[in-house]
Structures are given as C-alpha cells and as structure tokens.
C-alpha cells in the first residue's frame, strides 16, 4: 500500500528486529477491506561504490578505486530464487523482466553485486574487480503462492524492482521477512 484510501478499513502494523547481520520484519494487515486484496513486497536495491567501510579501508591500499560521490550503480548486480539468477545493469538499452516462482518454503531472494575478480596486477584493475567487495543480502519468506518478479527497466536513471508476490491477504494474516546482509566472496 503505497498510501493511505479514505474510506477504507486497511492498517499495516510493522515490527522490526535488528540483531546483527540480521533484520527481521513481521507485517500485520488489518481491517475487513484489505481481506482479498494482493500483497505485494516491493524492494528496489541501490548498490553503491565504496557503501561500507571496506571502501575506506581499500581507498588508502588503491588510488585507482573511484570516489563514491562520483560513481553510480554498480554494473553487475544479480537477483536469485532456488538456482534462477537475473542480471541488472545500469546501462541496458531495454526492459529485462522475469517471473520465478519458488519452490521451497521458506523461500529464498537475494540480490547482490558481483565483481569478477581479476588479478589485481592486470592492467586497470579497480576495486570493481576485487570479490571481496562484494555485497548484497538475502531476505527469506513464506513462499505458500507466492512469486517473485524482477523489473530492470532501461537505462541508470530507473532502478531494477524485485516485486515479492504473496498471493491475496486472508483474515489476520501475518507475513514474516527475515533479512541477511553480507559481503565478501560468495
């Protein structure tokens, strides 16, 4: 629900958890007129050169890694479900859209960059190539009816969206959300 409809009997109720690594999420739907209606998760990844500390760390190492005030959305970031990945970058010419169900309970979405990982002697080698400045999380979810759908729409200005379908809301329903943040080679 993107904002509130007068006349309407629909309350979400968000409880956070912050334990670490992990942040966990449980949404409450309220009120007769949200019973029936589709609840979707929107979660719209921004991934950032030099976004956490190993940037700092690795600027003092490497003159060649790019200012973060200077540099967009990283090229290779990956969304996966089971073993489906879908790739994004911030200079396709046109809209890449999927679907993937899961097929296990709970299910599993994560999105992440993926650098490459060259030799750091090669010739114009930046941070952009080190796996060790990967990133990205994982968020797990009831998967009863639900599917995932990934939009990548043209261009650096339009961000992808990965839409995590749950099927139509019954009667007092929770939605659990558990999310893992991680970096490093994975």
Request: net charge negative; aromatic share 10%; charged share 25%.
């Amino acid at each position: 629900m993107k904002s509130a409809i007068a006349g309407t009997d629909i309350r979400v109720r968000y409880d956070n958890v912050v334990d670490d690594k992990k942040h966990k999420i449980r949404v409450s739907i309220l009120g007769k007129d949200a019973v029936g209606q589709p609840v979707h998760m929107r979660i719209s990844p921004y991934f950032h050169q030099g976004w956490d500390n190993d940037y700092i760390k690795a600027k003092d190492r490497d003159p060649k890694i790019p200012d973060p005030s200077k540099v967009g959305q990283e090229q290779n970031v990956y969304a996966k479900v089971n073993n489906e990945e879908f790739a994004y970058s911030e200079s396709n010419l046109i809209q890449h859209y999927k679907i993937i169900v899961p097929d296990n309970r709970p299910a599993a979405l994560s999105i992440f960059n993926r650098n490459p990982g060259v030799d750091p002697s090669a010739p114009g080698w930046t941070i952009d190539d080190n796996p060790d400045m990967n990133r990205g999380f994982t968020v797990t979810f009831q998967a009863d009816r639900a599917s995932v759908e990934m939009i990548d729409p043209p261009g650096a200005a339009n961000f992808v969206t990965s839409i995590i379908n749950l099927g139509n809301h019954s009667f007092n329903r929770e939605y659990d959300f558990e999310f893992e943040y991680w970096h490093g080679i994975r």
